[in-house]
């Protein structure tokens, strides 16, 4: 069966949304909240090819991902889309098809799939301790090259134009794999954790790459973001432009004062949207003015 024929939602079962604000730091809360189905996008697929698709990741295994791209044409600017701590539900695949409806091809993998479906765990504790604390940087990084290969083998997306650009837990993936993939033009973090505790798992965290990074960043922070203090951003600021990288002192960092984590998760009430449509035009001009259009 083609992929491009069912939804997303068919092939693998999702819950669309159902959290509510989070914070990180070096613990993370998180408080279970109805969705706000009165702000939540839906952009329609019409005029995409987008659904799910599987990637072969470098060790020989199948993962899922969400591809959204317009229905004709080729040679379209890619993103690759990284997930929440939640996974690859409704929001990442509307993230996906919003690129798509303005000419990009966007590529949104399952990083956490070889734990099982993240969007069906309710309770915050066995995210943190079944997912995220057992997906290792390292696996990341791979997945998301498999990723990009599988973009480059469609045929349709020019890998001259490669972005990538993520949100809370894939906020800081984002950071690392700018500085891991010499091929990234540009990258976009939403507030992405600066701090996690280093471990085997997470042994480098957004400051210690600054000197590595290959395109330049734009970093969006919420300045009410409980789990990441000002400090924390002012600090990752000062090492950008201190680091003699042209990519990392290239990068910004804008932060929205009153906006809490996530603003930009139309689904929970973290929303924002003053900021989270001022941090769209952010992103899409970041990805225009360093080529990656």
């Not at 909240?33 to 697929?45: D, E, F, Y």
Request: hydrophobic share 40%; proline share 6%; aromatic share 10%.
């Amino acid at each position: 069966m083609d992929g491009d024929s069912i939804s997303f939602d068919h092939i693998v079962s999702r819950r669309h949304a159902l959290f509510g604000t989070a914070a990180f730091g070096t613990t993370f809360a998180l408080a279970v909240q109805p969705i706000q189905a009165q702000t939540m996008i839906v952009t329609p697929s019409d005029g995409l090819t987008a659904g799910a698709v599987s990637v072969k990741t470098k060790d020989g295994k199948e993962m899922m991902a969400y591809r959204a791209m317009p229905a004709s044409g080729t040679g379209f600017g890619t993103i690759l889309v990284v997930q929440e701590i939640f996974g690859v539900h409704a929001h990442i695949a509307d993230m996906c098809r919003r690129f798509a409806k303005l000419g990009y091809y966007a590529i949104a993998p399952d990083l956490y799939f070889r734990k099982g479906d993240a969007t069906k765990v309710s309770d915050i504790q066995t995210l943190l301790k079944d997912f995220v604390s057992q997906t290792p940087d390292e696996q990341v990084m791979g997945d998301l090259d498999s990723t990009a290969a599988f973009a480059k083998g469609e045929g349709k997306a020019d890998m001259s134009k490669l972005g990538i650009t993520g949100f809370c837990w894939g906020g800081r993936i984002t950071w690392l794999y700018d500085a891991h993939n010499p091929a990234i033009k540009a990258a976009v973090a939403w507030y992405g954790p600066l701090a996690y505790r280093p471990s085997p798992v997470t042994p480098k965290n957004p400051p210690d790459v600054v000197k590595e990074l290959h395109g330049p960043m734009l970093g969006l922070y919420g300045g009410a973001d409980a789990g990441i203090p000002l400090e924390l951003v002012e600090k990752m600021r000062a090492a950008l432009k201190a680091s003699g990288n042209p990519a990392a002192m290239k990068s910004e960092i804008h932060v929205y004062p009153d906006a809490p984590h996530a603003f930009n998760a139309d689904y929970r009430p973290s929303y924002r949207k003053e900021a989270a449509e001022d941090g769209w035009k952010r992103c899409l001009a970041w990805f225009k003015a360093n080529g990656v259009t």
